[in-house]
């Protein structure tokens, strides 16, 4: 695979950043107002990359069943915007690994389910990723993951064909897009993989434990 793939691609939440306090209390808020308890470690790692949604459904469970999910989002998006980065920070060693790639010219981006408005809140806390090459979210398309749409169009930006990219995610439906779009795959174990979860049974290229593990392609 070494010299095959010349750019890379990256999930956001959960693989470059990890946004899971932040997202926890926003989640948290709207459980609280609910009068349900919050979120525990184990669903917030389980359900973070699956955005609002899927913390919401781990908090309310059973009792989600009848209630309107789309206003409790908005409740959710609310919460969230207004505390988008008290605790929200880089995993470690993607600092280092975005600027090798830089040093080394190799293009990158980002491709993330978050909706543009939040994404383009979040980045001005964190320069680096501000030099990505593309930024892709959730509705930048009128298809987002696990649709391979995103994941081509970014692949555009950077002037790149599908098969001569990365894409670096950390839930299932990452490597589904990838396969998808025709693009190499790798899993972000170091992201929010919940304990039941198996990443070898997702069918990836790659499996890193740590983000600076991606440099050995180049």
Known sequence: MKGTIKAVLFDLDGTLLDTAPDMANAANCVLRDYGLPPLNDAQIQANTSHGARGLLRAGFGDSLEGRDIDSLRLSFLDHYEKNICTDTKFYEGVTDLIAQLSARNIPWGIVTNKPGFLTEMLLPYFPELEQTQALVCADTLSRAKPHPDPLIFAAGLLSMLPSECLYVGDIKNDIVAA???????AVAAWGYIGAEQNPIEWDADLI???AVGILSLF
Request: charged share 30%; net charge positive; proline share 0%.
């Open 208 to 210: 890193f434990n740590k």
């Open 179 to 185: 396969k998808a779009a025709d693009m190499h795959s």
